[in-house]
Nanobody, 119 residues
Framework: QVQLVESGGGLVQAGGSLRLSCAAS????????MGWFRQAPGKDRDFVAT????????DYADSVKGRFTISRDSAKSTVYLQMNSLKPEDTAIYYC????????????GGQGTQVTVSS
């Protein structure tokens, strides 16, 4: 099973940028579709972005399109989320996940990283 460790969160002013990283252990990184999700206080965990195994296809929530970019580096077994033009409503704990086609669900392996955007 792949272990995931998120990092890169922090406190930033509205309009600022952050880059989140998710390092995956193990040698199976390339077989997984990867995703970023976020959970704001008192709310459900929401989809943010996904990237295919090859990295040639991405998908984004409408709320982050044009501002966030997901990417992956197979050599480093890491997936990134570049976040620009941050808004206070982006404040949340951000989690990365691997997709299990066999089970048809996302697996969240890390503790997440807190992103706080001040107005």
């Amino acid at each position: 099973q792949v272990q995931l460790v998120e990092s890169g969160g922090g406190l930033v002013q509205a309009g600022g940028s952050l880059r989140l990283s998710c390092a995956a252990s193990g040698r199976m990184f390339d077989v997984y579709k990867m995703g970023w999700f976020r959970q704001a206080p008192g709310k459900d965990r929401d989809f943010v972005a996904t990237i295919t195994q090859s990295g040639d296809s991405t998908d984004y929530a409408d709320s982050v399109k044009g501002r966030f970019t997901i990417s992956r580096d197979s050599a480093k077994s890491t997936v990134y989320l570049q976040m620009n033009s941050l808004k206070p409503e982006d404040t949340a704990i951000y989690y990365c996940a691997t997709y299990s086609y066999g089970l048809g669900k996302w697996n969240y392996g890390g503790q997440g990283t807190q992103v706080t955007v001040s107005s």
